[in-house]
């Protein structure tokens, strides 16, 4: 089984930084994906960054140039730097890895930007 805790999440004004982390533990194994989704009150979820085993990364437009995925593999660990943050990232941020076919979500973060 493996456990994802996201941490990171705050109430923040519209301008200023965010990093969340989000740490992996458990039965842990050839990790293939390790992304970032959001999910505002009455939206569906979005994709928002991930990065695969490789360091490839890929961020969605919406973010580009203002978001950043990054991965410590030591730690399990997987990054996302926000930056220039604007009311609409107010969002549940959520992390998810994929290992072996099999696919994880965490409990989610809670990002909060005002204006």
């Known amino acids: 089984q493996v456990q994802l805790v996201e941490s990171g999440g705050d109430l923040v004004q519209a301008g200023g930084s965010l990093r969340l982390s989000c740490a992996a533990s458990?039965?842990?194994?050839?990790?293939?994906?390790m992304g970032w989704y959001r999910q505002a009150p009455g939206k569906q979820r979005d994709f928002i960054a991930a990065?695969?085993?490789?360091?490839?990364?890929n961020v969605a437009d919406s973010v580009k140039g203002r978001f950043t995925i990054s991965r410590d593999n030591a730690k399990n660990t997987v990054y996302l730097q926000m930056n220039s943050l604007k009311p609409e990232d107010t969002a549940v941020y959520y992390c998810r890895l994929i290992a072996r076919g099999n696919d994880y979500w965490g409990q989610g973060t809670q990002v909060t930007v005002s204006s």
């Open positions: 458990g039965s842990i194994s050839s990790i293939n994906f």
């Open positions: 990065i695969t085993s490789g360091g490839g990364t």
